[in-house]
């Protein structure tokens, strides 16, 4: 201990040899004293290397060069292991200097790219809730919104001027009536409007169904699904309109029927049917509450512009219509009957026939195709079943979809399979992933794209 306060004491005296180190200097009890030995400290002490001060220009001296400095009874062998405490010291020091200026070196760079980062998002956010005029760019506010967050209420007017005064009907059906639209840009969408023309038409419980419809659907998001995107509900005039996606190339049943159309071949036709059965399996078994499709149908299965399926749910006006007509005031309050999946399944197997086979359906009825089916598949006569206009197609895959369709089609709704059962035995012998059958390119993408890059400018 006396050793220690011994070097403690000589170190302290080497550090007060530093003129300009006058806190150890006036650390000493007897603050006089020092001072008063401080010219004497200072001469007594010297220089014996030129170096940086974190170590030592000629390694190996500590020794001779504190020796003049020790008290005399500090022995030999007390100084060499001074020594060599010092210089561990200071090889410690050197070490973790070595490591700060490469922390530096590291930190620092990756501070002013963070900052960067942070500046560039708060400057594109800023931009991002500049005004933008509507149709100016082709998306006006609204549908900007609705395009990315969900389905959003709609002015009429940009819808008006969007569908060229709803003068371009596309189809029309006895309970709604289907336009197209073109924004500015070029982006598509499909607007569908009620028939009914008055809200003395409209009854409470039709009002109510409309706006549970539009929370329903909203929650759908599916690439082979026509996604809603907006709604536009107004008295002056009456009008209740659904926005939605719009699929450039026709219905499946135009290209199955119409020659004008493009011929599908086998392949094309097996990745609708996945399409078409992924998307219901999404809507049964991955929404909560599960959701039905009323009325899977070729004319209402719309092809993309990769020839995807993509499905639109016509039959929800067909309720709004029934609803409207009965007028039911205390409709809105009974509880909704659960979702037909078994009906589903079953409506998936005829169009599974009448894909494969190029048959033309009875519009209202889907018994007709499927009990003509039934004599082929019950004999296991599955080439029967092929579309003549079809250059080829594989025999393992038509048998997979035979058994499928035969499944779904049973009359016992009890026995048909769920939607997850019919995928996972299709997507085994056809081979088709979800990401396949899905559409590449979609209106919305490209809508998405647009409103990014009108927020950037």
């Not at 003129?19 to 650390?27: E, I, K, M, Q």
């Not at 059958?437 to 409103?451: H, I, K, Q, T, V």
Request: hydrophobic share 40%; net charge negative; glycine share 6%.
């Amino acid at each position: 201990m006396h050793n220690l306060q011994s070097f403690a004491s000589v170190m302290r005296r080497r550090l007060l040899s530093e003129n300009d180190n006058l806190a150890a200097l006036l650390g000493n009890d007897d603050k006089s004293s020092d001072l008063q030995n401080l010219k004497e400290i200072q001469r007594s002490v010297d220089v014996n290397s030129v170096g940086s001060g974190s170590f030592s220009a000629f390694p190996g001296i500590y020794g001779q060069a504190l020796a003049p400095l020790l008290p005399e009874d500090i022995d030999a062998t007390t100084v060499q292991q001074l020594s060599t405490d010092v210089t561990q010291t200071t090889n410690v020091e050197m070490s973790g200097t070595t490591y700060s200026k490469w922390a530096y070196i590291i930190t620092i760079p990756a501070a002013i790219l963070l900052i960067s980062l942070i500046v560039l998002i708060l400057v594109l956010r800023k931009r991002g809730r500049a005004p933008v005029a509507p149709w100016k760019t082709g998306l006006s506010g609204p549908i900007q919104k609705a395009l990315v967050t969900g389905a959003q209420k709609l002015n009429r007017a940009e819808l008006e001027v969007a569908c060229e005064d709803f003068s371009n009907i596309i189809n029309t059906f006895p309970t709604c009536t289907v336009f197209k639209g073109i924004l500015s840009s070029g982006v598509e969408i499909g607007v569908v409007s009620t028939t009914i023309s008055s809200s003395k038409d409209w009854s409470r419980s039709a009002e109510s169904c409309f706006k549970k419809k539009i929370d329903r659907l909203s929650r759908v998001n599916h690439k082979n699904f026509i996604n809603l995107l907006g709604y536009c509900l107004e008295n002056e005039p009456f009008t209740r309109m659904m926005v939605f996606e719009f699929a450039p190339h026709g219905s499946l049943s135009q290209h199955l029927h119409v020659k004008e159309f493009e011929h599908l071949d086998w392949a094309a036709r097996m990745r609708v049917i996945m399409g078409v059965a992924y998307c219901l399996q999404y809507m049964h078994h991955e929404l909560s509450p599960p959701m039905a499709i009323h009325d899977v149908r070729s004319d209402t299965t719309f092809i993309s512009d990769d020839y995807a399926a993509k499905i639109a749910d016509v039959g929800v006006w067909n309720e709004l219509a029934a609803k409207a007509k009965a007028g039911k005031e205390d409709g809105s309050s009974r509880a909704e009957a659960p979702p037909d999946l078994p009906s589903n399944a079953y409506c998936f197997g005829a169009l599974m026939i009448e894909t494969i086979s190029g048959r033309v359906p009875d519009p209202y009825d889907h018994k007709p195709i499927c009990s003509w089916a039934s004599e082929h598949l019950k004999d296991k006569n599955y080439g029967k079943l092929v579309d003549a206009s079809l250059k080829e197609h594989k025999e393992s895959e038509l048998e997979a979809v035979c058994e499928v369709i035969q499944e779904c089609i049973d009359p016992d709704p009890t026995r048909r399979p769920s939607m997850r059962d019919v995928v996972g035995k299709l997507r085994d012998a056809l081979g088709i992933s979800p990401e396949a059958a899905a559409p590449r390119l979609s209106p919305l993408w490209w809508a998405e794209l647009e409103l990014l890059s009108v927020k950037s400018t």
